[in-house]
């Protein structure tokens, strides 16, 4: 059982910065993809980022030129570093790991951009 762990969540105002940081308890080498998540109130699930082991990045268009996933080559962990936030990217964040045919997810934290 592999464990994730997400941190760095909360409150900033509009037009601020955040990262999140999400560790997980495998070897580097075995993970295929991390990637990141966000689930709004009475919304669903959706992709925000994700990077493949190459290092290949894909982003949601709402994100795009705002958020940047990275991650930690030497340890299997993997960042997003959050500009310019608005209301709309009020959310839970949740962090993906995929290894093989497994996928582990955290339990979540949550990010608050209001005034």
């Known amino acids: 059982q592999v464990q994730v762990a997400e941190s760095g969540g909360g409150l900033v105002q509009p037009g601020g910065s955040l990262s999140l940081s999400c560790t997980a308890s495998?070897?580097?080498?075995?993970?295929?993809?991390m990637a990141w998540y966000r689930q709004a109130p009475g919304k669903q699930r959706e992709l925000v980022a994700s990077?493949?082991?190459?290092?290949?990045?894909t982003y949601a268009d709402l994100v795009k030129g705002r958020f940047t996933i990275s991650k930690d080559n030497a340890r299997t962990t993997v960042y997003l570093q959050m500009t310019n936030l608005t209301s709309e990217d009020t959310a839970v964040y949740y962090c993906?790991?995929?290894?093989?045919?497994?996928?582990?997810w955290g339990q979540g934290t949550q990010v608050t951009v209001s005034s």
């Open positions: 495998a070897d580097r080498n075995t993970i295929t993809t």
């Open positions: 993906k790991m995929q290894k093989l045919v497994s996928t582990y």
């Open positions: 990077i493949s082991y190459g290092g290949s990045t």
